[in-house]
């Protein structure tokens, strides 16, 4: 009995050697007799970065940790996470209360507080004029959540401690700014990605919110920023963001790049598949993984469309997305809703509900007896699960029992 094995996505040359021994392997103790075909396609048509990843931002030059837009991006990367990191610095920098503040005289950090409390929640009231502020807001999609981000500020708990710790008019303006980078952080953070905002815009907010609370405008340097930005600078400066992007998109380009060079040209695949099957010299068991799944299932589905069916005694798709694309309309070999046509073998769809990459063919394709899956539990977490079926003997029992 002649079984071929067709890898998935990102698979090269060494990865596949060591899935391939696990199979056949499998195979052999159930099937003596078996001749396993490895069907490796990952040299020829799977992708590579043609231009040695010149497209990728960052991989040829990098800036230095002296670049002010690098030091601007530490702060903000840990504002966004944290809205309110600097008010909690400026609490820990605070002088300590001497005890002798003026009876009924108001401390400047109940004074920033009361001019915060002050300002207007309410921007779409027709009461209130459309000013810069509101306009901005509106523009960078930020507005819904103005007064939900005052109301989160003044009910912090770092917001208070930064208040009491305020003693001076200098202290003052530190918190007047701090508190206006926290509200703008707020905003931008709670909007997700709803949010269309510059740098510029960005800053001109906490300008404008600033001076609504009785500060100026861009305020003092905060103490704050420059014990922050130093872990700012640590965490994810872009010098090391570029170079990890690149890193990634390098590893990741086998893995993204086999399934987009396969949805636009996977024709010549297709055409390696259907040349393999045609000269086994039996009706072979075509296993495929993933990626290779897809293609199996489009070019049987194609050759029985074309009434030039493929001569396969069964189809075993396993951790594979051919169903979902199908759902899509994105599988080359049927067109969306179309059910499977006559000539198209029995298919035999293995999944583990932990593999998020393994989908269900019965419900896409109800009531046709051809189609049958069938669930296996590695217990694995995602992305192990994805390449652990290959060392479940259930994978196995369950192709047997389909050739019975």
Request: glycine share 10%; charged share 25%.
């Amino acid at each position: 009995m002649r079984f071929i094995f067709v890898h998935g996505t990102g698979v090269r040359r060494e990865r596949f050697d060591d899935l391939f021994r696990w199979i056949r392997g499998g195979l052999d103790e159930r099937f003596p007799d078996a001749d396993v075909v490895p069907c490796y396609w990952g040299d020829i048509f799977g992708s590579s970065l043609s231009a040695g990843g010149a497209s990728i931002p960052g991989v040829a030059t990098t800036r230095g940790a002296d670049d002010p837009g690098e030091t601007e991006a530490a702060e903000w990367v840990l504002l966004l996470t944290d809205p309110f990191c600097e008010l909690r610095v400026l609490a820990a920098l605070g002088s300590v209360d001497d005890g002798l503040g003026m009876p009924g005289v108001q401390s400047v950090g109940e004074r920033v507080a009361d001019s915060i409390r002050k300002v207007p929640r309410d921007l779409s009231s027709d009461s209130f004029d459309a000013d810069e502020l509101t306009v901005l807001l509106q523009d960078t999609n930020v507005i819904e959540g103005y007064s939900a981000a005052l109301d989160a500020l003044m009910d912090s708990d770092e917001f208070r401690d930064a208040c009491v710790a305020a003693h001076d008019d200098f202290a003052a303006a530190e918190l007047t700014t701090a508190a206006s980078r926290a509200i703008v952080a707020l905003l931008l953070s709670g909007a997700g990605e709803s949010v269309v905002c510059t740098g510029d815009e960005r800053d001109r907010m906490v300008d404008l919110l600033s001076s609504r609370i009785g500060g100026t405008a861009r305020g003092p340097v905060l103490r704050a920023s420059g014990v922050l930005v130093k872990l700012g600078l640590r965490w994810a400066p872009q010098s090391v963001l570029d170079r990890k992007r690149g890193e990634f998109t390098s590893a990741g380009a086998s893995a993204v790049g086999d399934i987009l060079r396969y949805q636009a040209r996977g024709g010549p695949l297709r055409d390696h598949l259907a040349e393999l099957i045609g000269q086994s010299p039996e009706p072979p068991v075509v296993i495929g993984h993933s990626l290779g799944g897809i293609a199996l299932v489009d070019a049987l589905a194609l050759a029985a469309v074309r009434q030039q069916p493929l001569s396969v005694r069964l189809l075993v798709t396993v951790g594979s997305q051919a169903p979902f694309l199908h759902e899509l309309g994105a599988l080359a070999g049927l067109p969306p809703g179309a059910t499977l046509p006559p000539g198209f073998p029995r298919w035999l769809n293995i999944y583990d509900r932990r593999d998020v990459l393994s989908y269900l063919a019965g419900p896409v394709f109800p009531g046709d007896p051809r189609v049958s899956d069938h669930e296996v539990h590695s217990r694995q977490p995602f992305p192990i699960s994805h390449s652990a079926y290959w060392k479940l003997g259930a994978v196995y029992d369950r192709i047997g029992e389909a050739l019975q």
